[in-house]
């Protein structure tokens, strides 16, 4: 049974699921040396954003097979090293969107109204009506950084307290802006133009520090300036400065460069308003947070596909069924390739014929890589960093489609080119189950799966019992065999699918035969 660990509270919700499929450890108490210790004994690692998933930890993860973010934001993942490393990466991006945008208008109220600051004073036993003068936020202006699913539903929201809503965001449509109120424009005219600017944008290269004294410059003066994204979008130097030489009015902050953000100056500010990033705290969050991320984590262990894998292909559920017996045999058939075909290769080709001509084969090419290079490295090789591992070999691979399959549904052909010509292996799904039915050319139809042993041979009276006393000597039994040839007493290959694995001793006296070429035993 998987073991998860959960490093970090999640919703009673997403716990359940999790402890129907595996055996789930929650130890919210693990400082990083802790995590690093315990690490090596789980196959799923789930957290929120406080843990830093940094390559060090990454790498204690030698179970590790895919990381949780029970959240939106993955920028306290190392994502190049869990990609390097094979791990899948899942988050919950569409759980907490409602709950951000709902404080981000509480922040913009707060703001206009000073409501932190008023009720700070009633407590403290005092009556400033006329200190707490504040101002309407309808016909204002709102700014919005980022108009994914968080700035999305601020903007409804917004134009719901009729205020005009403008955004910068690089790939959103103006069609998509028109269905929201919204009016794009660039990044320093909705400066130019907001009262109120909220950002919502990950946080990534392209995005660290992108509100710096010059973008706090653009800004109108006397406007206020929201975070509810990430610390780091924002050089908060620059932005105690804009708020401290009058240009801006002040901030509303949920999130911080380093949380908590002890000694940040401002914190405390009379005119910043601070929360310990609460944007995704409520419970419907929580909930749908937890679900959607053990959803993705359980998904991703059982070898699917999960909705939201950060660093993997999804297969929409309309494919799902036709593709996912593909990426089972494109493994198959990229080991068996590997393993029988020891010539230099200049370049690999896969086709895909019938069924497979009208579909996403993304998943299908990444696990034929897998396969071709499953054997032949140190490192875990999994759909993830097959690509990269690929990259690095500077393996060539071309991909076509051909609508025509012959008298198969669909056919999954996998060529290596040698200087000699092309090695062929073809497969196909039979009652539901993958099927080799060319290997190297031969036309032989098995199972690639278990123990295997393959013999290229003349085709000769006698061939097989020899094989299969050699076998039985050894006690090894033999599951199916399957025999091909060119023509009758030419070139052929037997196919034995086996129980057990095949000692040394039986592939060396299987060599020795003279009418054996090749023997080779693969464990797929
Ligand atoms: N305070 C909190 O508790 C929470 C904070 N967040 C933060 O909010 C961020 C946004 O979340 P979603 O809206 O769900 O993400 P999303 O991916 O749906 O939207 C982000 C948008 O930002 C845009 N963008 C990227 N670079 C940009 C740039 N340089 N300028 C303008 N726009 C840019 C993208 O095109 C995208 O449309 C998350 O990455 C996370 O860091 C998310 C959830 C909770
Ligand atoms: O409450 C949390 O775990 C953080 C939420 C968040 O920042 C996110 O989902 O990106």
């Known amino acids: 049974m998987d073991r998860i660990l959960v490093a970090e509270p999640i919703a009673e919700e997403g716990l359940a699921r999790l402890r129907a499929a595996a055996r789930v450890d929650v130890r919210t108490d693990l400082d990083k040396a802790g995590l690093i210790a315990i690490l090596p004994e789980y196959d799923a690692l789930i957290v929120r954003s406080a843990t830093k998933v940094t390559a060090d930890v990454l790498a204690a993860g030698t179970r590790l097979r895919v990381v949780g973010r029970a959240g939106t934001g993955v920028d306290n993942i190392d994502l190049d090293a869990a990609t390097r490393q ?13 709950a951000v945008a709902e404080l981000t208008i509480g922040l913009i109220l707060s703001l206009a109204r000073h409501i932190p600051q008023a009720h700070s004073t009633v407590v403290a036993g005092k009556w400033e009506r006329n200190r707490f003068m504040g101002f309407e936020v309808r016909n204002k202006t709102l700014g919005l950084v980022g108009l994914g699913r968080i700035g999305a539903e601020v903007a409804r929201r917004a134009r719901g307290l009729e205020m005009h809503v403008v955004a910068y965001d690089p790939v959103v449509s103006t069609e998509r802006a028109l269905q929201l109120g919204v009016t794009l424009a660039p990044l320093e005219e909705v400066l ?3 009262d109120i600017v909220s950002l919502h944008v990950p946080l990534i290269d392209s995005t660290r520090n992108l509100i710096n004294a010059m973008r706090l410059a653009q ?4 406007a206020y300036l929201i975070n509810a994204a990430r610390g780091g979008v924002v050089d908060e130097t620059a932005l105690l400065e804009a708020i401290n030489g009058g240009h801006l009015a002040g901030a509303a902050l949920d999130t911080y460069s380093t949380e908590p953000p002890v000694g940040n100056p401002l914190v405390g500010h009379p005119r910043v308003i601070t929360l310990p990033h609460l944007g995704a705290s409520t419970v419907e969050a929580q909930a749908l947070t937890g679900v959607d991320v053990a959803e993705g984590v359980l998904v991703a262990l059982s070898g699917g596909s999960p909705h939201y894998a950060v660093n993997a292909p999804y297969i929409p559920p309309e494919h799902r069924g036709l593709v996912a017996p593909y990426v089972d045999l494109g493994r198959r ?7 029988l075909v020891h010539d230099p290769v200049h370049n690999f080709e896969i086709e895909y014929r019938g069924e497979l001509a009208t579909v996403d084969t993304t998943p299908v090419r990444l696990a034929v890589l897998q396969g071709l290079l499953a054997g032949t490295r140190e490192e875990r090789v999994t759909p993830v960093n097959a690509p990269i591992l690929a990259r690095e070999l500077g393996l060539k691979l071309t991909e076509f489609s051909t609508e025509d399959a012959g008298n198969f549904s669909g056919l999954l052909v996998l060529r290596a080119q040698t200087s000699d010509g092309a090695r062929e292996f073809a497969g196909t799904i039979l009652r539901g189950e993958p099927h080799v039915v060319e290997a190297d050319g031969f036309w032989v139809t098995f199972v690639p799966a278990g123990p295997m042993l393959f013999t290229y041979h003349r085709d000769r009276p006698g061939m097989i019992g020899k094989v299969g006393t050699l076998l039985g000597e050894a006690d090894v039994n033999i599951a199916s065999m399957d025999v091909g040839r060119l023509a009758p007493r030419e070139q052929a290959m037997m196919v034995l699918r086996l129980d057990d694995p095949v000692p040394p001793h039986v592939i060396a006296r299987l060599r020795e035969e003279p009418d054996i070429q090749h023997a080779t035993t693969l464990i797929i």
């Open 219 to 222: 800004m109108k003066r006397g």
């Open 192 to 194: 130019a133009q907001a």
């Open 333 to 339: 058939l990229g080991m068996l390739c590997a393993g």
């Open 86 to 98: 094979g791990i899948m990466v899942v988050n919950a991006p569409a759980s907490n969107s409602v």
